[in-house]
């Protein structure tokens, strides 16, 4: 039994003859699937992605559910284990990753973040489309998977536009507000790139993108 396990044995299983809503069943037609595909949701910081999946999630709280992703970092004020991240130390967690026991890892600042397989599970086992917020290399990573998910890419309308709005959270040094636009600056033009997402969301008016969003859960269909 693999070292992250304890996640999906934890998991509840929703009733299958309960009362899904429609868009889950809009969804399982579509993909002529018994259980349903994930969503790799992307995008560059300040963008309106983490706003959007948090409205997503709020309305459509028995249909989705977001993977928690593992990482070596120290839990910040407020976390909760299990809900914000899954707290592991370094060695368990590359011990994991050389067992292939992660769909996508990177490193930050030191320490490790990723996607474990186990945590798309727990949140399949429940009958719930489980949703991957992960960054392009993420996306990059996953595409090497079989969990043949719908990538959708949440841009902004400009590097101008994304830069307002970085500077107006009035929360970052000029340092990190210029490595956020460099790696935005990589993340938009690696977006246009035929075959890397399904659909890219241009979230210039955030309600038409989060009405879009909803649609695309509901109709698109990978080429």
């Keep these: 039994m693999p070292e992250l396990n304890p996640i999906l044995a934890e998991a509840p299983r929703e009733n299958e003859t309960g009362d899904m809503s429609r868009l889950l069943h809009s969804f399982f037609r579509w993909t002529g699937m018994s259980q349903p595909r994930p969503v790799v949701l992307s995008g560059p910081s300040g963008a309106g992605k983490s706003t959007l999946l948090k409205r997503l999630m709020k309305e459509f709280e028995d249909v989705f559910g977001l993977s928690v992703s593992h990482t070596t970092r120290k839990p910040r004020p407020g976390e909760v284990d299990g ?4 707290f592991v130390m370094r060695d368990k967690m590359e011990r994991c990753i050389k067992a292939g026991e992660f769909l996508e890892h990177a490193e930050f600042s030191g ?28 996306v990059k990573n996953i595409k090497t998977t079989t ?30 507000i210029q490595r956020r636009l460099h ?7 690696m977006s246009k790139e035929q075959g890397m997402f399904d659909e890219v969301i241009v979230n210039d008016d955030l309600e038409e993108a989060y009405l879009k969003l909803k649609d695309l859960l509901k109709e698109v269909k990978l080429k």
């Design 83 to 86: 809900t914000d991240y899954h």
């Design 111 to 138: 320490n490790l973040y990723g996607t474990s397989k186990w945590a798309v599970k727990a949140v399949q086992e429940q009958n719930r489309i489980c949703i991957l917020d992960v960054d392009l290399q993420g």
């Design 147 to 176: 969990i043949n998910p719908i990538y959708i890419s949440v841009q902004p309308p400009s590097l101008q536009i994304l830069e307002t709005r970085l500077r107006g959270r009035q929360t970052e040094t000029e340092d990190a």
């Design 183 to 189: 790696t935005a600056r990589q993340d938009m033009e």
